[in-house]
């Protein structure tokens, strides 16, 4: 049976419905622009100003990529497995992750948020290295 779902809901339809799939998605997309805006923010902190242009868009570029990969893989699993266990699955991932990122964050004692900051400027300085190779030079 293609339609069914994974996870029963009280209505006996074999999804949420419209309203509450509308409203899934809205909640989704503000959680995700106030990660967006967490993550610039960092950047902003850990990168100097020179070179902030340059790195947002490594970033802005490496999210793009990202996000294209997604959408072909899901394309596949929707090809194996179905268009509803493949929403079930991504949605399942995106909880594993995200408790399991709030139970490292909550375990962080203030000490460590320094090798946060150490490891995104390693990210940083790699990303400028990356970028300086990759130049292209104006002729003369």
Same mark, same amino acid.
């Given at each position: 049976m ?6 029963a ?5 074999p ?9 899934l998605w809205a909640v989704? +997309?503000a959680?995700s622009?106030a990660?967006l805006?967490?993550a610039?923010?960092? *950047?902003k =902190? !850990? ?5 902030r ?5 490594w ?7 990202a996000?294209g990969v997604a959408?072909l893989?899901?394309g596949?699993?929707?090809d194996?497995? +179905?268009?509803f266990?493949t929403v079930a699955l991504?949605g399942a991932v995106?909880? *594993?992750? =995200? !408790?399991?990122?709030?139970?490292w964050?909550?375990g ?9 900051v ?8 790699f990303?400028?290295?990356?970028s ?9």
């Amino acid at each position: 049976m293609e339609n069914s779902s994974v996870i029963a809901f009280p209505t006996g339809r074999p999804g949420p419905g419209l309203w509450v799939s509308d409203g899934l998605w809205a909640v989704s +997309g503000a959680l995700s622009t106030a990660c967006l805006i967490h993550a610039q923010a960092m *950047v902003k =902190a !850990v990168v100097p100003d020179a070179r902030r242009g340059r790195v947002m868009g490594w970033v802005a570029t490496s999210l793009y990529a990202a996000q294209g990969v997604a959408i072909l893989a899901a394309g596949v699993a929707v090809d194996k497995i +179905g268009l509803f266990h493949t929403v079930a699955l991504v949605g399942a991932v995106g909880v *594993v992750c =995200a !408790v399991g990122l709030g139970v490292w964050c909550r375990g962080r004692s203030p000490q460590r948020e320094s090798e946060t900051v150490k490891t995104w400027s390693h990210v940083v300085s790699f990303l400028k290295q990356v970028s300086a190779a990759a130049r292209v030079r104006k002729p003369r």
